[in-house]
């Protein structure tokens, strides 16, 4: 299981209910359900995934987060997971506010196009950089929305979104907790992980 995806389970409280938008072949999902017996729910953009996680017994369904979020009630789930999804979406900034509509707390995983080795790679080459977390050609990237973890705090402040924590992995995927210090997040984080609220 990717990094991110590691340290966003031990995030998430046992017993609880967890709605991941974009959970791929339920890796996630699948984990969380054994280890911390959670109500794992998700949504998958790709059918083939889809089929991939219900032969593992995972409840999840077909749709899109850019369109489908809106037909969730409010706070109807104690944690929603957005893990490296955000970016890929046509509209970052409604499905986030969808997903703290719909959950208590929202944990977002966001790969750091503001570290070091992308700004360098840029300066140096001009090229659009190609790195084991941005693994891709500019023209045939999943990822629509590039950003930086400065970029992701102001969106959330924007939304008015409480951010109870906050991460970034470095290239050996070790978590570092930041609280003021966004410059050396920004620059040395290569995923940034975040925890939500919103009243």
């Known amino acids: 299981m990717r990094n991110d995806l590691l340290k966003i389970a031990s995030l998430i409280e046992p017993k609880t209910k967890v709605f991941d938008i974009g959970c791929g072949t339920g890796a996630l999902l699948e984990q969380l359900a054994r280890e911390k017996n959670i109500d794992a729910r998700g949504i998958e953009l790709e059918s083939s995934r889809v089929s991939e996680c219900m032969a593992k017994g995972l409840s999840v369904i077909q749709g899109d987060a850019d369109t489908d979020l809106k037909n969730y009630p409010d706070k109807c789930f104690d944690y929603v997971v957005l893990g490296q999804t955000v970016q890929v979406t046509k509209h970052p900034k409604d499905t986030l506010a969808e997903a703290l509509r719909i959950g208590h707390k929202v944990i977002v995983s966001i790969p750091n196009f ?16 190609v790195t084991k977390q941005l693994s891709y050609e500019w023209y045939n990237t999943p990822n629509i929305h590039f950003c930086t973890i400065k970029d992701f705090i102001v969106l959330c402040e924007d939304l008015g979104a409480t951010i109870e924590q906050k991460y970034y992995l470095d290239s050996a995927g070790n978590a570092t907790n930041f609280n003021g210090n966004r410059i050396l997040a920004n620059l040395f984080g290569e995923i940034g992980i975040f925890v939500l609220s919103k009243s």
């Open 114 to 129: 503001g570290h070091w080795r992308n700004r360098v790679y840029l300066i140096t080459r001009g090229r659009m950089p």
